[in-house]
């Protein structure tokens, strides 16, 4: 029963709202009842004390007995009761029947009523079953005081049928504007619960598609409290692990391509080596071509493991202050030899002791990469500045050269994995198309960040953004 949500939170809301209007009607029921005998017993008080005075008058012969038993009628009359007034002692109590009350009046509570009542208390009863009227009475009985002495008992008995009927009425008002409230309260409940558990639901089914592979769309949930920011994440979370499995069927592809390319040259020059179909003149030709497609190959399983290496998080960096005039005419001069037939120039403008807080190695790697793009994407007058400079909370450097640029549309997609402007015109070039993206991953592991601009046929700036 309790296995989901929303009847989890319907249960559980029900039984607070029901327990809270079943506890306010019974307390309000209560109090009412209790605020109708209050005024009762006041009543019957007043009365009594007024029966007191007529007597009082009496015995001082200021009015006579008709007249003292006709106002006591007239107040019985007003107060809906009946009214005895019994001159007695303790004495007479032993003999109840001298009391020239009924026999059924003086069965049951009265004879140890009046006890009380001689010994000067006054006893009030609210549901008390009287047999000489054969129904439940008010009553109240209250010592008789003439002259601060106690000469007898005024008993007033008032039947409790028009009170109980009050009683019952509020009672059946309270209690079906408790049933109405517990029903509306339901009725918003259930709403609310829906509200709540519908998105869950539909994240769930949602995310059971997801997990067997199937395509689904964003989900949307018009609320702004942490359903529907759950809600947003949830999206947030579902594009990215689409993008993540398209990537990954995007790099499986990329490689097995980019494996298969060199290992099918090879097998095909190794064939016709071992057929006899080529020349031996022109043997070393072709194992030269074998030798550089073993090279391409051993460079993209190098791109790749090292790519899977930051990625994964297990490549360390060594890090400490490095001079970067230093480091970029160490870099100019152990590249010299791999102009491929090219006249290149270099400048660098930069003050001898800017220095970046970094893994030498790595560094060295970084700017390697970017120099050998340089060179790689111009055509036979090569000229690269570079300029370092310090800015806030670091130094820029900004490797430019006057090459054949980049359009605008792929400037960001040149730092994606495999990423090659026309494949087919640069497959001369030797490269794998994850040089970038290992740069821009060292740079970021550096704290780092890295871009380009660009103009097509003028040339190409990357500008890397490090810590000092
Ligand atoms: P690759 O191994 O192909 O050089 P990179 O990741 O280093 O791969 O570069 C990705 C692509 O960006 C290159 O194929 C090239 O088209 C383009 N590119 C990189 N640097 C430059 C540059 N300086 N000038 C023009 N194009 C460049």
New binding site residues.
């Given amino acids: 029963m309790f296995n989901s949500i929303f009847r989890k939170l319907l249960v559980t809301y029900l039984i607070i709202i029901i327990t809270i209007i079943a506890g306010i009607s019974y307390m309000m029921s209560s109090f009412y009842s209790a605020y109708v005998f209050g005024e009762k017993e006041q009543t019957l008080r007043t009365a009594g004390t007024k029966v007191e005075d007529l007597i009082k008058d009496f015995y001082q012969k200021k009015t006579t007995k008709s007249e003292l038993e006709a106002s006591i009628n007239a107040m019985g009359y007003v107060t809906d009761s009946r009214i005895y007034v019994l001159k007695i002692d303790e004495k007479s109590l032993a003999d109840p029947e001298k009391l020239g009350l009924s026999d059924e009046l003086m069965e049951g509570y009265l004879i140890q009523d009046m006890k009380e009542i001689l010994q000067g208390r006054v006893v009030f009863r609210k549901n008390q079953y009287t047999q000489a009227f054969d129904t439940v009475m008010v009553f109240l009985g209250m010592p008789l005081q003439i002259q601060s002495k106690t000469e007898g008992v005024i008993l007033i008995f008032s039947p409790v049928s028009q009170i109980s009927a009050n009683i019952a009425k509020i009672n059946l008002r309270i209690w079906m504007g408790a049933a109405a409230a517990v029903i509306i309260s339901a009725a918003a409940i259930y709403a609310n619960s829906s509200r709540i558990s519908r998105p869950i639901k539909v994240m769930d089914v949602a995310a059971k598609k997801i997990a067997s592979g199937e395509d689904t769309e964003d989900i949307h949930i018009p609320s702004e409290d942490e359903v529907g920011q759950l809600a947003e994440t949830f999206n947030y979370m579902k594009n990215k692990l689409t993008a993540t499995e398209r990537m990954r069927r995007e790099f499986i592809a990329n490689v097995s391509h980019d494996l298969k390319t060199p290992l099918t040259s090879i097998k095909g020059f190794a064939e016709g080596l071992l057929d006899g179909v080529i020349e031996p003149n022109e043997y070393e030709k072709y194992f030269k071509v074998i030798y550089d497609e073993t090279d391409r190959l051993m460079k993209l399983t190098n791109?790749l493991l090292q790519l899977s290496k930051i990625e994964s998080g297990s490549l360390k960096l060594i890090k400490e202050h490095v001079k970067i005039r230093d480091m970029m005419e160490d870099i100019i001069y152990s590249i010299s030899g791999e102009y491929h037939g090219k006249e290149v120039s270099f400048g660098v403008h930069c003050l001898s002791d800017i220095t970046v807080y970094g893994d030498r190695d790595r560094l060295k790697q970084i700017f390697i990469?970017?120099v050998?793009?340089?060179i790689?994407?111009?055509r036979e007058r090569v000229s690269i500045d570079i300029y370092a400079r310090q800015i806030d909370g670091g130094v820029e450097i900004r490797?430019k050269?006057n090459?054949?640029?980049?359009e605008r549309e792929?400037l960001e997609?040149?730092?994606e994995k495999?990423?090659?402007?026309?494949?087919s015109r640069?497959a001369d070039?030797?490269?794998?198309?994850?040089?970038?993206?290992?740069?821009k991953n060292l740079v970021e592991l550096h704290g780092g960040k890295i871009y380009?601009i660009?103009e097509v046929n003028r040339?190409?700036e990357?500008i890397i953004e490090m810590p000092s």
């Fill in positions: 791109d990469n970017v050998h793009n340089a790689k994407y111009s490797i050269d090459g054949i640029g980049i792929q997609k040149i730092f495999f990423y090659r402007i026309e494949k640069h070039y030797g490269g794998t198309g994850l040089g970038l993206s290992i740069v380009a660009s040339g190409t990357i």
